[in-house]
């Protein structure tokens, strides 16, 4: 992938990130509510685990 296309990529993220914490902030939701939805969907998107998963999984026999 070009350095363009990932500069412009990461762009629009931050365009889609500004404008959900928007919305979100105008419906009432507070800052701490904003962020750990916005670290929700970051966790659904790339499929990554919570430390805390982890390591329930690691105790998992």
């Known amino acids: 992938m070009s350095e363009k296309?990932?500069?412009s990529e990461?762009?629009?993220?931050?365009?889609?990130?500004?404008?959900?914490?928007?919305?979100?902030?105008?419906?009432?939701?507070?800052e701490e509510e904003v962020r750990q939805g916005l670290e929700l969907a970051y966790h659904l998107k790339t499929d990554v685990k919570s430390k805390a998963d982890s390591f329930a999984d690691s105790c998992e026999h």
């Not at 993220?13 to 507070?30: D, N, V």
């Open 5 to 7: 296309s990932v500069k």
């Open 10 to 30: 990461q762009e629009e993220e931050q365009k889609i990130i500004a404008e959900i914490t928007k919305e979100l902030r105008a419906e009432g939701y507070s």
